[in-house]
């Protein structure tokens, strides 16, 4: 920092010092011999920087050619603040010195006799010690794992740290070459790191004495006659004069740079060699656990019997390291303070146990999940930058994911060519680089030989300025500059990442003696035999096999994302390519179909990164569609036919969505691969959709129906009652959208609310039939809004002038940002608004979502229970009915035949009553002819008030009259006719109606 705050030769002298202690393995020994001639040369300093801080002119200024400006001897506007400092920096020398004498003299202290006397110590510092060690040991381990870390941060720093010359290039090309072997060819990487270290340590020295020395005042001129270069192409070397402040950070930074690899290699680099050993790697055993180790050799010494003196014994595993001493333990204090101690090492080994368990878990994740990481990001960045560059990056990542056997070459072709990315745009910032020299400039078109408009003119890419050939290639002037080259940088370290996460699972299990899991399994106990047990277990199930259960439904929705995410003619083809592999429906059809599938997705992506990437500029010749005002092309519509245009170049981020359905139809042909291993069937069971999938089999999985646990509560709300879920959201998609699709959606809801019950007791096959026809219907549905997007995106002026009732009945409003705003559109014309609220297939594709889900449901052997649980209810409620009404029938047989007896009865009482009759009638015959032969005296005649006697027309009690009788006959007669027309049984609850009278007189 002296020679850095205070820049002359004299002050050179203590750089070069410094470099030369730091470069030293025993730079300890070094410095401390070196103390008292480094305080002497700082002394000296002083007292010349006194001597000139004094305003006498007879001090001389030069000495002979030399001037003593240069060496530091001027006067000062304040030299007391540069004493000051000077005495500050001189008093770290002092403390060298001393440390240097007092460890002299303990050097020259004679050897103690042996031990006379036994002393009697506390316990408390060898607790102390051993948490120290402890300590030290996880520091020491924590600095050999991860310094390495630090040092790559600082080259990037002392890259990027201001202006970017060519020193700082060589930096970064020494650190990308590093990068590149340690992926590429990791047992030479080793090999040379330490030969690399010591490359970096002699040039970062040499930089800082050729930007130290070139600050001198005749410097520049001797590097002008040396190499030849003007004081431009000096300064982008990194040779030019700074000022004091710019110096120190230019000189500083690589200062903590050198100190940081020196550290690296003289202290951290012979056990980080050790540690990322792969052909030679220890036993855990060999290594005490961290925490294991602090525990035994701390809280065992507290927790020995309390006596006031014991012994004391330290141990290393279960070997004794040293004598043991008799020691006094205070009841009281130690026994708390060990008991606080033992307590808190046992949270600590329980929180690194669960830390533990943690990292093992995520770098599975990592281990099985990188690459994908890496492809998305790279090709991410690509399409941000579309360059020729980049091209090789996409092509090389699109054929990677469908072709496994392609990876390693593609990470390792990616990481060279990512390096030669990042040098070539580091070379280009150089102010020795002009591009006006070579840009080109195109002449602007007459208006009748172009269509575009004279504002669109003014903002194309030929005609807004010159043009830079360089851009096509890939590269431009950026500023900043971190901020330019850090996607392909963080590209590079993303694939140094998957290198670092493949050698340490190496390195795990080979440290553990373990195999990988089977079936790229995360978690060992998520298999389908414990799948039923309890939801933690389905839990790991589903985190292992997800994928391997829905990928297809996956890549069907992640083509209905590319259709909704862009709607122009391109996606078309995605369209035509769902309906094809829908219409096949079975898993086997689909999965000898799903290769073509994926390389038609390979080179549809190369081709569309084509289009965005266009011709050159530089040749100024436009596109044919451009050529002429007679050519019917809009900006518009060359947007939605997603063609080249330098005035709006097609919108390269929106692949992204195309990449990602690519890597989820590569996983899905893995998939249908290892579906027919027996490995993959035993840990993650059979992927088959028979439509039959069992025959005269027992179903192996478990009823579920009686919710035993949460499980099957889970299971319940899914299998069985998703079904009306999915029936709301078909309901919801076509209430949403008012127009000729929604009624689709409408009738299909109210079909299936109709005849759902029933359809969900059919066999499988018939289940399907009617489902893949609505889900025909939603696809249909997507890309037709899909070809209507022409009508509502490029000529949605034309629509409403004239053809507004077409509008309204297919709800056409541009939903993709760069065509027009539909609220400015619908204040243009009042008369026909445009549907803005009920526009998009966001519906449609939560719609197809549900009814996929709903699809494969019916395919699955947990419906089997719920399809044999609907079709046993239905058959339980009409065998109760039958019952119930043959219980009735007898009943009304029954009294049936009750009420026959009692009409037979009936008949018989009346015929007897017939008889009375006649014999009454024949009996008033013959009295009247009495009568009329000899009248009857008045004496004989009944006295007033006297009872009548029997058989007179009073009326005995028995008797009745004829009229009476004729009365009582019809009454009766009318009764039973009105029940015999009465119903017996009452809807809805199929009840006897007998009347109360008939209870009460037939008993």
Known sequence: VWSIMYHSWLTFVLLLWACLIWTVRSRHQLAMLCSPCILLYGLTLCCLRYVWAMELPELPTTLGPVSLHQLGLEHTRYPCLDLGAMLLYLLTFWLLLRQFVKEKLLKKQKVPAALLEVTVADTEPTQTQTLLR??????????????????????????????LVVYKIVYMFLFLLCLTLFQVYYTLWRK???????LVVAYTMLVLIAVYTFQFQDFPTYWRNLTGFTDEQLGDLGLEQFSVSELFSSILIPGFFLLACILQLHYFHRPFMQLTDLEHVPPPGTRHPRWAHRQDAVSEAPLLEHQEEEEVFREDGQSMDGPHQATQVPEGTASKWGLVADRLLDLAASFSAVLTRIQVFVRRLLELHVFKLVALYTVWVALKEVSVMNLLLVVLWAFALPYPRFRPMASCLSTVWTCIIIVCKMLYQLKIVNPHEYS????EPFPNNTNLQPLEINQSLLYRGPVDPANWFGVRKGYPNLGYIQNHLQI????????????????YRRQHQQAPLPAQAVCADGTRQRLDQDLLSCLKYFINFFFYKFGLEICFLMAVNVIGQRMNFMVILHGCWLVAILTRRRREAIARLWPNYCLFLTLFLLYQY????????ALCIDYPW??????????ALIKWLYLPDFFRAPNSTNLISDFLLLLCASQQWQVFSAERTEEWQRMAGINTDHLEPLRGEPNPIPNFIHCRSYLDMLK??????????????????????????????????????????TLLQKDTRAQLVLWDCLILYNVTVIISKNMLSLLSCVFVEQMQSNFCWVIQLF??????????????????????????EEAGIIWDSICFFFLLLQRRIFLSHYFLHVSADLKATALQASRGFALYNAANLKSINFHRQIEEKSLAQLKRQMKRIRAKQEKYRQSQASRGQLQSKDPQDPSQEPAQGAPPRHGDSGGAPGWTTPQSSTLATTSCLSQIARRKRRPYLRTPGLQLRVPSRWHTRHG
């Open 811 to 836: 709800s056409l409003v541009c939903t993709v940002k760069g065509y027009y705003d539909p609220k400015e559109m619908m204040t243009r014309d009042r008369d026909c608004l445009l549907p803005v």
């Open 626 to 635: 451009r050529w002429s005002k007679a050519i019917p092309m809009n900006s």
């Open 492 to 507: 590079l370290l993303l694939l140094v990442f998957e290198a670092v996460v493949y050698r340490r699972q190496e390195h």
């Open 610 to 617: 084509l289009l965005c990437l266009g011709m050159p500029p």
């Open 716 to 757: 319940v709300a899914v299998f069985r009652y998703l079904f009306w879920l999915v029936l709301v959201v078909v309901f919801v998609a076509g209430a949403t959208r008012i127009s000729i699709f929604g009624l689709g959606y409408l009738l299909a809801c109210f079909y299936l609310l109709l005849f759902g019950t």
């Open 134 to 163: 402890s300590l030290g040991e996880l520091v020491t381990g924590i600095y050999v794992k991860y310094w390495i870390y630090v040092c790559a941060g600082m080259f990037i720093v002392v890259s990027f740290a201001g202006r």
């Open 192 to 198: 040379l790191l330490r030969v690399f270290w010591w």
């Open 440 to 443: 080109s400039n195109c002449t």
